[in-house]
């Protein structure tokens, strides 16, 4: 199977009422700011959307939802992180089934596993599956997918076609530049690292919870990067390396929430109570945003678009 995913992606909120049900209308919301810009397609129920407190009903709504306002203009991707493989599996399905045209896997949270137990499952699960498959390796809440792991599981599986990296190390992705398949897929998928990588040339595509929020940023990074050197660029990188620092206060993907509160599109709740400091960090976060914010986009703004593509 060749299913090489390229681009940007926008890793969307999952936008709850108060009472924690799926707020669909603001969903709605974020994927429609994604759709008016050149994102190649959205990812649903990654970390950036919480995905360990989503349940199989809701994943298959989030992937519907999308489909719904997409209507096959932007890949759908879907995350199918889970403690057990058969829930694993279960999501892929459904996924696939409600219009994804990729899905996530990351390794069993909450338990430590060796890389043979990460093998074990991933291989498992991605037999189950007859749609393209990213391994994500997100070692900040599960186990760590080692570059040998990744190039054994690319090399015996035709439908794992690449890697999404969210460790904030790009030791896999330079790995994987170099691997015998050309088509695989090298995504980034920690917005500390995402001009490093574009500078070394190893990745093809970005997966961006600032983008799911702030989807005219990062998709001007990453088109221009051939700019690189250019003092708007640098600036744009600056701006960028600014939020990711306010953005690291907070748990994931609290920030992304008050963002998405300050630009209309979705009102941020909480699955967790906020304490009194965090309530005074959240006020000083939003207002330092309404300033940062208005500067970005006078910067956007003055510079013409290059429409410039990233390599493959």
Known sequence: MSAQIAGVYAALLTPRTPEGALNCEALGALVGLCEQSPVAGVVVNGATGEYCATSEAECEQLVRVCSTVLDGRKTILCGIGSASWSASVALGRLALANGAGGLLLPPPHFFPYSQDDVLSYCGAVASQLPGPVLLYNLPRFTSEIEPSTAQTLLESMSNVVGVKDSSGSLDLLRALAVHPRRDVSRIVGDDRVLVEAL??????????????????????????????????????????????????????????????????????????????????????????????WPAVQALLAAVPQTGGESFR
């Open 199 to 292: 500078t070394e040339q190893i990745c093809n595509g970005a997966i961006s919870g600032v983008c799911g929020v702030l989807p005219e940023l990062i998709t001007f990074l990453f088109q221009n990067h051939k700019c690189r050197t250019s003092p708007w660029y640098r600036k744009s990188e600056c701006f960028l390396q600014e939020l990711v620092d306010q953005l690291s206060r907070f748990p994931v993907p609290w920030g992304l929430k008050w963002i998405a509160g300050c630009r209309g599109l979705a009102p941020a709740y909480h699955a967790q109570p906020l304490s009194p400091h965090r309530l005074r960090q959240r006020a000083a976060f939003q207002e330092w945003f309404c300033h940062w």
